[in-house]
């Protein structure tokens, strides 16, 4: 059975960094795209960033320049956050997919101004 384990999260200032960690336990295909998504109170999910088996990374415009993605292999990903906005505030997500498709129960960020 796999399980993905969101760790990291917290609470914030504005301008301060955060950086989250996802641990996959179980058997993950190691061709599996990652990624993070998040969702903010009232606000539907959204992805933040993507990286694929290959480290080919994909951003959305909110957190381009700010935010970086990176994994170690299929089973530890990562989310370095920077210059953080109370924008930025929400549950984070970790998710593998292309085979199964999996989620982690998510992280809480909070960023206050």
């Known amino acids: 059975q796999v399980q993905l384990v969101e760790s990291g999260g917290g609470l914030v200032q504005a301008g301060e960094s955060l950086r989250l960690s996802c641990a996959a336990s179980?058997?993950?295909?190691?061709?599996?795209?990652m990624g993070w998504y998040r969702q903010a109170p009232g606000k539907k999910r959204e992805l933040v960033a993507h990286i694929t088996s290959g480290g080919r990374t994909n951003y959305a415009d909110s957190v381009k320049g700010r935010f970086a993605i990176s994994r170690d292999n299929a089973n530890r990903l990562y989310l370095q956050m920077n210059s953080l906005k109370p924008e930025d505030t929400a549950v984070y997500y970790c998710?593998?997919?292309?085979?199964?498709?999996?989620w982690g129960q998510g992280t809480h960020v909070i960023v206050s101004s």
């Open positions: 179980g058997s993950i295909h190691s061709v599996n795209n």
């Open positions: 998710r593998s997919w292309t085979f199964g498709d999996y």
